[in-house]
């Protein structure tokens, strides 16, 4: 998959994570088994701003040719995946966050290595 298409998609679903986590935290936790409290919602406002973050400069740089910037970007985002990727399973093992969890896993785990391959194919 080229860079191009894949900082797109990436953007969209990350503009939509990043919808969800901001009006309304509670879906996504209550989905994973974690109970919403006061606490739960300021952190996930906070991290909404970073997917939102994440998914402009994604959407801005999509056009971007080969270049060492474009490298450091993509291994930034699959840094990102992989981290929580881990911490979704870490979550899953301890019986903090339900199996559903793991959907977020595979798709985290996917992108982390789509962004890998993705300056190897064709821009």
Request: proline fraction near 1%; include cysteine.
């Amino acid at each position: 998959m080229t860079f191009r298409y894949l900082a797109l998609l990436s953007s969209v679903l990350l503009f939509g994570l990043s919808a969800v986590w901001m009006f309304a935290p509670e879906l996504m936790l209550t989905q994973w088994g974690v109970q919403y409290s006061d606490g739960a919602g300021l952190v996930s406002r906070r991290a909404a701003a970073l997917y939102a973050g994440i998914a402009l400069m994604l959407l801005l740089a999509r056009n971007a040719e080969a270049s060492k910037a474009r490298v450091a970007l993509a291994k930034g985002v699959s840094l990102t995946c992989l981290i929580l990727a881990t911490l979704g399973i870490l979550e899953w093992q301890s019986g903090s966050a339900t199996a559903h969890i793991l959907v977020a896993v595979v798709l985290e785990a996917v992108l982390a290595v789509a962004f890998l391959l993705s300056n190897k194919a064709k821009s």
